[in-house]
């Protein structure tokens, strides 16, 4: 079965450093990967996708991620976090099949400090 | 853009009440979905639809049905609220696999049961 872990429930860094949110997967055949981003009392907001080609990615707001075959990651970066990056971050990877199903990790909350 | 909307932001219902969340997308989308939210759990999946009138079972279904009957709306409902299904809500859509992938989100309804 298809599956997805973040390993951090928080992540903090300092305003001006690079960030790093990690995301790990287990899948059967080809991988389709996705972040999303979630701001207090919304929905989720799509960040970036591999589905294949280079294997790093970018994406919104200068967010970037990089997809490791042979370590089973697709971690999220950024070269300079903001405050205003701070956030809850979602990793996913889509079921196998048509239905476009996702299976969502548990979630990592980045907390920049000024 | 794709646009997802759904009924309510905020939603407070009493134990044993019958609860309607609807969810509205306008870019013809084939597959819609619908999640429930909750801290350190990530997203589970309730239910999935993919074509009007067509729908299965997600994750965790138990207490949740969902009615399909135009392609722009699926409607979650809670059949006899209870306290624990005190929970954010979020739906999204998405094309057939082929197109873009990812998962277009609503802004969520957060239900309170008391």
């Known amino acids: 079965a298809q599956s997805v872990a973040q390993p951090e429930d928080q992540v903090n860094v300092a305003e001006g450093n690079p960030l790093t949110v990690k995301c790990t997967y287990s899948v059967s055949g080809n991988p389709y990967l996705f972040w999303y981003v979630q701001y207090p009392n919304r929905g989720l907001q799509f960040l970036l996708k591999y589905i294949t080609g280079d294997n790093l990615v970018k994406g919104s707001y200068g967010f970037e991620a990089e997809f490791n075959k042979s370590q089973t990651s697709f971690h999220l970066k950024k070269p300079s976090a903001l405050v205003s990056d701070s956030a809850l971050y979602f990793c996913a990877v889509r079921d196998g099949g048509n239905t476009g199903k996702l299976i969502f990790g548990q979630g990592t909350t980045l907390q920049v400090k000024p | 853009d794709v646009k997802v909307t759904q009924s309510s932001r905020y939603l407070v219902k009493r134990t044993g009440e019958k609860v309607f969340l609807e969810c509205v997308q306008d870019m013809d989308h084939e597959n819609m979905f619908w999640y429930r939210q909750d801290p350190g759990l990530g997203l589970r999946l309730i239910y999935f639809s993919y074509d009007v009138k067509m729908k299965e079972k997600g994750d965790i279904p138990e207490g949740y049905s969902v009615s399909r009957e135009k392609k722009e709306r699926f409607s979650l409902i809670l059949e006899s609220a209870s306290t624990n299904q005190t929970s954010m809500y979020l739906c999204?859509?998405?094309?057939?696999?082929?197109?873009?992938?990812?998962?277009?989100f609503g802004p969520g309804t957060r239900l309170t049961v008391t």
């Open positions: 999204a859509s998405t094309p057939p696999p082929g197109q873009h992938y990812e998962q277009y």
